[in-house]
């Protein structure tokens, strides 16, 4: 295999893929994220909160779920395209932002909500104030998990017709071509690698400004 031959694939086909792919992990993360953050809220809320244990150890288990399996499901029900790809992708990715942010809730020192409602806050002000930047951490780093995820499982979504960079992988695969299968991993892989960097200095940043 050339590296000649492999930059020209990615030339010819790899910019407009990649777009798609960004397209894919982008959509499907903002909707995720704000689908999940309210589930996580609401979990940690009377009644549902007598149930918290229960719920983890759901999403701790759906999390579980091979990817493949998630967008397999949504194939009958909505066919195929860019539609099911994105919800199925969302789907996924929430598990793990909904978990963290039930998980980083839940963990709080009760002393210091105490001593926010001893000065008065309501239970909004409490929640915005105190709880959401004390947990934000941990929520964050329940994000950073689901990017990875949906960088990697939007490669499997090109079997329903979404594109994306999966189309090099699978046509690599049907071709018995390395070059076609490479080019795909190292641009999926490239992804993962760079928004995880980015997202882990968010973090460390949020870290640094609100503690834990």
Same mark, same amino acid.
């Given at each position: 295999?050339?590296?000649? #031959?492999?930059?020209?694939?990615?030339?010819?086909?790899? +910019?407009?893929?990649?777009?798609?792919?960004?397209?894919? /992990? @982008?959509?499907?993360?903002? *909707?995720?994220?704000?689908?999940?953050?309210?589930?996580?809220?609401?979990?940690?809320?009377?009644?549902?909160? #007598?149930?918290? !244990?229960? +719920?983890?150890?759901?999403?701790?288990?759906?999390?579980?779920?091979?990817?493949?399996?998630?967008?397999?499901? *949504?194939?009958?029900?909505?066919? /195929?395209?860019? #539609?099911?790809?994105? @919800?199925?992708?969302?789907?996924?990715?929430?598990?793990?932002?909904? &978990?963290?942010? $039930?998980?980083?809730?839940?963990?709080? !020192?009760? !002393? $210091?909500?105490?001593?926010?409602?001893?000065?008065?806050?309501?239970?909004?002000?409490?929640?915005?104030? $105190?709880?959401?930047?004390?947990?934000?951490?941990?929520?964050? =780093?329940?994000?950073?998990?689901?990017?990875?995820?949906?960088?990697?499982?939007?490669? +499997?979504?090109?079997?329903?017709? =979404?594109?994306?960079?999966? &189309?090099?992988? *699978?046509?690599?695969?049907?071709?018995?071509?390395?070059?076609?299968?490479?080019?795909?991993?190292?641009?999926?892989?490239?992804?993962?690698?760079?928004? !995880?960097?980015?997202?882990?200095?968010?973090?460390?940043?949020? #870290?640094?400004?609100?503690?834990?």
């Amino acid at each position: 295999m050339g590296v000649e #031959r492999l930059i020209i694939i990615i030339q010819e086909q790899g +910019i407009s893929l990649l777009q798609r792919h960004l397209y894919l /992990v @982008f959509v499907s993360l903002f *909707f995720a994220i704000i689908i999940a953050l309210p589930i996580g809220i609401l979990v940690t809320r009377p009644p549902f909160n #007598r149930k918290v !244990d229960q +719920i983890l150890s759901f999403l701790n288990t759906a999390q579980g779920i091979p990817s493949l399996a998630v967008v397999a499901i *949504f194939l009958p029900l909505m066919g /195929v395209g860019v #539609r099911p790809a994105i @919800f199925a992708l969302s789907i996924y990715a929430l598990l793990p932002i909904a &978990r963290n942010t $039930v998980a980083a809730i839940k963990g709080l !020192d009760p !002393d $210091v909500l105490e001593a926010a409602k001893g000065m008065g806050l309501s239970k909004k002000e409490v929640l915005l104030k $105190v709880e959401l930047p004390l947990a934000m951490p941990i929520i964050v =780093a329940g994000i950073q998990t689901a990017t990875i995820f949906t960088v990697g499982t939007a490669t +499997i979504a090109h079997l329903i017709g =979404a594109g994306g960079l999966g &189309r090099l992988i *699978f046509t690599g695969i049907a071709m018995n071509s390395p070059q076609f299968i490479l080019a795909g991993s190292l641009m999926a892989a490239a992804i993962a690698i760079t928004l !995880d960097q980015l997202l882990g200095l968010f973090q460390r940043r949020v #870290r640094r400004k609100y503690g834990g």
